[in-house]
T-cell receptor
Framework: SQKIEQNSEALNIQEGKTATLTCNYTNYSPAYLQWYRQDPGRGPVFLLLIRENEKEKRKERLKVTFDTTLKQSLFHITASQPADSATYLCALDNRGNNDMRFGAGTRLTVKP | GAVVSQHPSWVICKSGTSVKIECRSLDFQATTMFWYRQFPKQSLMLMATSNEGSKATYEQGVEKDKFLINHASLTLSTLTVTSAHPEDSSFYIC?????????????FGPGTRLTVL
């Protein structure tokens, strides 16, 4: 069956450290993968997209990697801040079906 | 740019009543809109894909007669939960995909919290 698994439900780190979130998928062949941020009671906000032929993508303090052999994406936030505390969702392009499929998310808490 | 709004942001209704939720793309046109449902601490579950001017495509297990979707224009899609029951209480989120520019990105609305008493 198809699965999208994000490494842990919750991740707590100290301010200034790098947060690393994992997204593993099974029985998907996504053309691209996206990461979103979701705050409580709000809709997801798009952060980054990485395509199957890209290994790494950066945007300010964010970095995403995509390994189609391992079927895994890593999402890094460097120099983390308390304001980065939120739930982060990975989403896969459900190739050929014109829609996205989401992982359950990882709730990140950055402590001052 | 790429703002999606939802109305209402929250609604409380009695069991058996119907509730309509609107999703609008404010500054772009969207041929495709998506409706998701999210239960606490769970992932967004796709309910249906809505294409302007045609019938929505529902995911397996989603009752099309219970969750009526209308995508009458390039900027508006509505979801009507008919004969709502307490188990329909959830966070409903829509998203829209632009007809131009970045077509591989979905822009999400802020969500609608539905509570059925």
């Amino acid at each position: 069956s198809q699965k999208i698994e994000q490494n842990s439900e919750a991740l707590n780190i100290q301010e200034g450290k790098t947060a690393t979130l994992t997204c593993n998928y099974t029985n998907y062949s996504p053309a691209y993968l996206q990461w979103y941020r979701q705050d409580p009671g709000r809709g997801p906000v798009f952060l980054l997209l990485i395509r199957e032929n890209e290994k790494e993508k950066r945007k300010e303090r964010l970095k995403v990697t995509f390994d189609t052999t391992l079927k895994q994406s890593l999402f890094h936030i460097t120099a983390s801040q308390p304001a980065d505390s939120a739930t982060y969702l990975c989403a896969l392009d459900n190739r050929g079906n014109n829609d996205m499929r989401f992982g359950a998310g990882t709730r990140l808490t950055v402590k001052p | 740019g790429a703002v999606v709004s939802q109305h209402p942001s929250w609604v409380i209704c009695k069991s058996g009543t119907s509730v309509k939720i609107e999703c609008r793309s404010l500054d772009f046109q969207a041929t495709t809109m998506f409706w998701y449902r999210q239960f606490p601490k769970q992932s967004l579950m796709l309910m249906a894909t809505s294409n302007e001017g045609s019938k929505a495509t529902y995911e397996q297990g989603v009752e099309k007669d219970k969750f009526l979707i209308n995508h009458a224009s390039l900027t508006l899609s509505t979801l009507t939960v008919t004969s709502a029951h307490p188990e329909d209480s959830s966070f409903y989120i829509c998203s829209a995909r632009s007809t131009s520019g970045r077509k591989d990105t979905q822009y999400f609305g802020p969500g609608t919290r539905l509570t059925v008493l």
